[in-house]
Nanobody
Framework: HVQLVESGGGSVQPGGSLTLSCTISTTPSPGYCVGWFRQAPGQGREGIAGFHSQGRTRYIDAVKGRFTVSKDNAKNTLYLQMNSLKPEDTAMYYC???????????????WGQGTQVTVS
């Protein structure tokens, strides 16, 4: 059974940094995709980064150059390093996994519980 657990959220001042973690209990398949999403109050869930297990990562323009996805294979954990944070980055952040390469689409099968990031 695939389970995702996120951690690392918190409050930070503008310009600060946070690193979110997404630990996957069991990968959906040998090749799989992980997406990072965020949802601000009153807004829809937005895909911000899509990682494929073969190493390709896609970012939306709003976070490109500030956010970086990395992976620790030994820990089966993905990280979202967030630098130069802005108030508009405030949201609940989620990771999601699927055996298909879904990129930034919201149709992932497996989702974590979310972790709050507040920039103010």
């Amino acid at each position: 059974h695939v389970q995702l657990v996120e951690s690392g959220g918190g409050s930070v001042q503008p310009g600060g940094s946070l690193t979110l973690s997404c630990t996957i209990s069991t990968t959906p398949s040998p090749g799989y995709c992980v997406g990072w999403f965020r949802q601000a109050p009153g807004q829809g869930r937005e895909g911000i980064a899509g990682f494929h297990s073969q190493g390709r990562t896609r970012y939306i323009d709003a976070v490109k150059g500030r956010f970086t996805v990395s992976k620790d294979n030994a820990k089966n954990t993905l990280y979202l390093q967030m630098n130069s944070l802005k108030p508009e980055d405030t949201a609940m952040y989620y990771c999601a996994a699927d055996k298909y390469n879904l990129g930034l689409a919201r149709s992932y099968t497996y989702w974590g519980q979310g972790t709050q990031v507040t920039v103010s």
